[in-house]
């Protein structure tokens, strides 16, 4: 593994949707205006933001999954080639891949396995990214409705084995998981980051992601504000430099909560 | 690129409002010309008839020499009156139905859904032959029948909404007011649930004159005098095989274009109404 | 599953018998004089006519009536047609097998096409393809049904003389006499006007399912896993849309009775619908009420039929064990 190696770099991405209201009138909304990130080779990148500010959006954009009315300037690369609608096609689904937040993200009417399988996983693959997971056999047969909600996080994380993933995109992997399943969560992309992935984590939890991640980007008003290592978080206050960054530090629950306003400031983010 | 339709000469908003406005002002001139037209205009002229459709009959005539762009003008002026008044009242049904359903709890929503499990048993056109028999046949029939068989399925849709709203906050808050039942009903579900029902009604408009229609063709609806749309047709089904096509097609073809127009206004006032359906 | 399907036969006959009583008393009430219809032309003294009304009961109080002809439908006797002078039965059993077979080609079709044109509208979303299908579904669904049923007629028939002009036989033949392929050749026309209407209705529900469900989440991650928009169809897309479109098809058989009036009508189609029309124009109240419960029972099988398919094909019902 090659620490240095970039397999992700997003230059000064921005979106836009094009949008109607009542009576008609069209306004474009803005969600990300400038955003950069770059994801190495093991490396797990946590993009941290207030719940709804647009993330999200983000990973829709690598992946080329946005909406018709939506539109994106700047540039992103993979591997050092400019990410294309030609190399989206070769790569996305194989090489580039989602971890999604929710079973909501599965078909309702598709058995786990099947699904997990996707287009080309084969039943040998599916077997072992089950064993991996801790999943039984019996969970192939199964509809997402009929999956716990720890079953539905493992069947989802399995959906990333069965195929040689180098770029990962996790959106939201922790929201409703208990602490352990959490933990639990983060030591899988560990594991992932340590065979060779970059993983690139979009998340309003903080403290999830300074469990697991290398680096933290905050996502901020549609711009990346700061970037700093984790290490730099741990270290304490003294060690990050942008204010907002240093409100959140101190807003963490082992920092005693400092300052009440870091958490107005995620709220207002919004 | 995708900004380069924001400079163009129209936006959706005029355009849809165009639209609207177009497709009223024609349907209000084709129901006010034949109320106002001088029955002369499509009386028989024997000397002119079985003519193909000329610059002087834009339609033709029939076998009795009758000008069809009259006959049929003025048969879609009292096709559209009944179909309004039909779709009026039964839209008014419904909304009346379809609050009390959702409004008054378990019991009172059973009995509707009962009652909509019926109508919609039996194929629309069966009861509105049976209800024409009941009333003599004639406009009155049709009318009635129609707004007997219509309410069903928007009152379906008013009842859902209710069911909706009265899960919302300002509702439950009003209620917590110790606010009557009814009183809410009047002052919050209302105003919300009119929107849908204007678009509600104006769609239902097209049902209302294709059922109007085809049961005047049937025999059952208006009297063979009136000169009304699905009486127009009927008579042009006996004279089809003597390849007079004009007598079926051109009044056919009218009685869509009010049609359509009608969709049109329902389809894009909801647009404007519920922006929702127009992010595409 | 065995509870949910006996309660909903009970609906279904709890709502046939109420269907039964409002059709009766419609009937009832109306100025419609029996005893005409069955003298037809032929005039007749007081004395003939008070004995045909005691014969068939016509002075006894509504409610009576009404017991003695329901009891008698439980007991599988219609009544007697007044119009063809046989049992009501057997009037709607032989025309309705003529009205089966156009309604099913039809039904088959529309659902078909239906189902093809709403995906193929849906894939190519906003382009000029599902902008072509709307229109064509929307001047469908603006045009009455039998409308179409003429102008079809005037096409192949009168201009182009490729198909007959009416009936379900060449005259002088009884349909069991025609080969099969004039009987093929004579239910093209009524087939095709009955399911042009019914085409638009589900092309515009597939198409709004399929988007919905190309909209939904767990397109996005089938995307995002490198499915392209066919891949999604044939994988997700398909068995998403066949639930509600199990539904919307055999909830159509309603429209599609009347449908089956219109165009029998218009194409002189000697089947059910044909008859529905005679027996009303003429005061056949036994016969009309007959085919208007029978019409009933048809809607109503079809949605029971819709129901028991929806909790086979859906695996929330199958294996949730609880319905929705």
Redesign the interface.
């Known amino acids: 593994m090659n620490k240095d190696k970039i397999i992700l770099e997003v230059e000064d991405i921005s979106v836009s949707f094009r949008m109607y209201d009542k009576g008609l009138s069209k306004h474009d909304l803005t969600v990300i205006k400038k955003l950069n990130v770059t994801v190495h080779e093991g490396e797990i990148l946590a993009i941290v933001g207030a719940s709804g500010s647009g993330k999200s959006v983000l990973a829709h954009a690598v992946l080329g999954i946005l909406p018709s009315n939506a539109s994106v300037g700047g540039e992103i690369r993979y591997c050092g080639k400019q990410l294309t609608n030609s190399l989206r096609k070769e790569k996305v689904g194989s090489e580039i891949i989602m971890i999604p937040q929710s079973v909501t993200y599965l078909d309702p009417l598709m058995k786990a396995g099947k699904q997990v399988r996707g287009l080309k996983g084969t039943k040998q693959q599916l077997e072992e990214a089950f064993r991996r997971y801790g999943l039984d056999k019996s969970a192939e047969k199964k509809y997402p409705f009929q999956l716990s909600g720890g079953m539905a996080r493992r069947v989802l994380i399995s959906t990333a084995v069965i195929s040689d993933a180098k770029l990962i995109l996790a959106d939201e992997p922790t929201p409703g998981l208990s602490e352990d399943m959490a933990a639990e969560t983060m030591r899988h992309f560990r594991e992932l980051a340590d065979q060779g992935c970059g993983i690139l984590m979009i998340t309003h939890d903080i403290e999830a992601a300074l469990k697991a991640a290398d680096t933290i980007a905050v996502f901020y008003d549609g711009e990346t504000i700061d970037c700093c290592t984790a290490d730099d978080f741990r270290q304490g206050r003294d060690a990050l430099k942008h204010p907002y960054t240093k409100a959140l530090w101190s807003a963490l629950p082992e920092n005693g909560f400092l300052s009440a306003d870091a958490s107005e400031l995620m709220k207002g983010a919004l | ?3 380069m339709r ?1 400079h163009g000469i129209l ?3 005029t355009l ?1 409002l165009i639209i609207i406005a177009l497709s009223v002002i024609i349907i209000l001139a084709v129901t006010a010309a034949g109320f106002i037209m001088d029955e002369e205009l499509y009386a028989p002229h024997f000397a002119e008839k079985n003519l193909p459709p000329s610059g002087h009959h834009l339609f033709g005539t029939d076998w009795m020499g009758r000008d069809m762009f009259a006959r049929t003008v003025k048969g879609l002026s009292v096709s559209i009156y009944i179909g309004l008044l039909a779709s009026c009242a039964t839209s008014v049904i419904a909304l009346f139905l379809g609050v009390i359903a959702g409004t008054f709890g378990k019991y009172a929503s059973g009995i509707f859904n ?1 009652f909509v ?2 109508f ?7 009861l509105l ?3 024409s ?4 046949k004639g406009a009155k029939g049709v009318a009635i029948g129609v707004i007997v068989t219509h309410w069903c399925s928007l009152g379906r849709i008013v009842q859902a909404e209710v069911l909706a709203l009265k899960d919302s906050q300002f509702v439950k808050a009003s209620e917590k007011l110790g606010k009557t039942k009814l009183w809410i009903a009047f002052h919050h579900i209302m105003p919300h649930v009119v929107p849908q029902f204007i678009v509600g009604l104006i769609l239902m408009f ?1 049902h209302a004159i ?1 059922h109007e ?2 049961i005047t ?4 609806g208006l009297p063979a005098e009136q000169p009304a749309i699905g009486i127009i ?1 009927s008579e ?2 006996k004279h ?2 003597t ?1 007079m ?1 004009w007598l ?2 051109m009044p ?1 073809i009218s ?2 274009i009010i ?2 127009l009608f ?1 049109a206004i329902g389809s894009h006032l909801r ?3 519920d ?1 929702y359906s ?3 | 599953m065995a509870k949910k399907l006996l309660l909903s036969i009970l609906k279904m006959i709890l709502l046939l018998t109420a269907v039964s009583i409002i059709t009766f008393a419609l009937a009832e009430l109306s100025p419609i004089d029996t005893v005409n219809a069955y003298i037809g032309e032929n005039s007749i003294s007081a004395e003939k006519r008070a004995q045909i009304e005691a014969y068939w009961g016509l002075n006894e109080p509504a409610v009576t009536r009404y017991l003695k002809w329901a009891g008698n439908i439980l007991h599988g006797d219609m009544g007697t047609s007044m119009i063809y002078r046989k049992p009501v039965a057997s009037v709607i059993g032989e025309r309705f097998s003529l009205s089966i077979k156009l309604m099913f080609v039809s039904w088959v079709m529309s659902g078909v096409f239906g189902l093809l044109l709403g995906l193929i509208a849906s894939a190519y979303r906003g382009s000029v393809i599902d902008k072509a299908i709307k229109v064509y579904c929307l001047l469908l669904e603006s045009s009455p049904a039998f409308w179409i049923g003429m102008i079809l007629l005037l096409i192949f028939s009168v201009k182009l003389g490729w198909l007959p002009l009416g009936l379900a036989s060449p005259i002088g033949m009884t349909v069991e006499e025609a080969p099969l392929s004039d009987r093929i050749r004579h239910i093209i026309l009524p087939a095709l006007a009955l399911s042009l209407t019914g085409v638009s209705k589900i092309t515009l529900q597939v198409r709004e399912k399929m988007n919905q469900a190309a909209e939904s989440d767990y397109a996005l991650f089938a995307r995002a896993r490198g499915e392209s928009k066919w891949q999604f169809i044939r994988r997700h897309g398909l068995r998403n849309v066949m639930l509600p479109f199990i539904t919307l098809q055999f909830g159509a058989l309603s429209e599609l009775f009347g449908g089956s009036v219109l165009a029998e009508t218009v194409f002189t189609y000697p089947g059910l619908g044909n008859v529905t029309v005679q027996s009303a124009l003429k005061g056949d109240i036994p016969l009309f009420l007959g085919i208007a419960l029978f019409s009933a029972l048809f809607v109503f099988a079809g949605n029971l039929i819709a129901n028991i398919l929806y909790s086979v094909a859906d695996p929330r019902i199958r294996e949730g064990g609880h319905s929705i």
Do not use: Y
């Not at chain 2, 028999?133 to 003599?136: A, K, Q, T």
């Open positions: 690129m995708k900004n924001k936006n959706r908003r849809t009962w499990d019926i919609m048993g039996i194929p629309h056109l069966i032959i049976l209800i028999l009941l009333l003599g097209p294709m229609s085809s063709f049937l025999g059952f047709l042009a089904m089809l095989t390849g096509w079926a097609v056919g009685l869509l049609v359509v969709e647009m404007l109404l922006p127009a992010q595409e």
